[in-house]
T-cell receptor, first 112, second 113 residues
Framework: DAKTTQPNSMESNEEEPVHLPCNHSTISGTDYIHWYRQLPSQGPEYVIHGLTSNVNNRMASLAIAEDRKSSTLILHRATLRDAAVYYCILSGYGGSQGNLIFGKGTKLSVKP | EAQVTQNPRYLITVTGKKLTVTCSQNMNHEYMSWYRQDPGLGLRQIYYSMNVEVTDKGDVPEGYKVSRKEKRNFPLILESPSPNQTSLYFC????????????FGQGTRLTVV
């Protein structure tokens, strides 16, 4: 299974943009890039996913590098509620049967 | 409201006493899975099911059983729980395992003494 690399932790100030990086140099052509987050004491929550093009939704934006070996989750204005562990996950039609394999993620702290 | 419901939310049990954690989804999803979460080890998949009567092992299936007799339900069975199965368990469902968005339940915190 293709793996992802994320920083262990990041800090942000409230109402400022946050860019969460993810490296996935061994990504295959059929792998989608998914982002989930887990707030304290809750189950993981879907944030966004994409294949090749940049994606936007109400929660965030996903910027995917042209070679697809890295991506960045962008929170446009961080709030205290965005403090969570963010997981970058590859999931495709390959050997893993598309299962969501979670890594350690990035713990985002948001300061008021 | 779209949701995945797990029961119970908290459970303390003794070694060897069979237990079942239920999981139900109301979104007509085909794909369901179980994860356990432990400090320092993150979320690890136990079992998954791609449709009714179709289940397969994840990364840590030892000591667990599952069944998928109906599309909406995917119970996790511990036939003989042991203390190393003390963990936080999450059930998830999605339309398809690649198509995103997976919905997760609120979790079941299990303690085996």
């Amino acid at each position: 299974d293709a793996k992802t690399t994320q920083p262990n932790s990041m800090e942000s100030n409230e109402e400022e943009p946050v860019h969460l990086p993810c490296n996935h140099s061994t990504i295959s052509g059929t792998d989608y890039i998914h982002w989930y987050r887990q707030l304290p004491s809750q189950g993981p929550e879907y944030v966004i996913h994409g294949l090749t093009s940049n994606v936007n939704n109400r929660m965030a934006s996903l910027a995917i590098a042209e070679d697809r070996k890295s991506s960045t989750l962008i929170l446009h204005r961080a709030t205290l509620r965005d403090a969570a562990v963010y997981y970058c996950i590859l999931s495709g039609y390959g050997g893993s049967q598309g299962n969501l394999i979670f890594g350690k993620g990035t713990k985002l702290s948001v300061k008021p | 409201e779209a949701q995945v419901t797990q029961n119970p939310r908290y459970l303390i049990t003794v070694t060897g006493k069979k237990l079942t954690v239920t999981c139900s989804q109301n979104m007509n999803h085909e794909y369901m899975s179980w994860y356990r979460q432990d400090p320092g080890l993150g979320l690890r998949q136990i079992y998954y099911s791609m449709n009714v009567e179709v289940t397969d092992k994840g990364d840590v299936p030892e000591g667990y059983k599952v069944s998928r007799k109906e599309k909406r339900n995917f119970p996790l069975i511990l036939e003989s729980p042991s203390p190393n199965q003390t963990s936080l368990y999450f059930c998830a469902s999605s339309l398809g395992h690649v198509l995103g968005e997976a919905f997760f339940g609120q979790g079941t915190r299990l303690t085996v003494v």
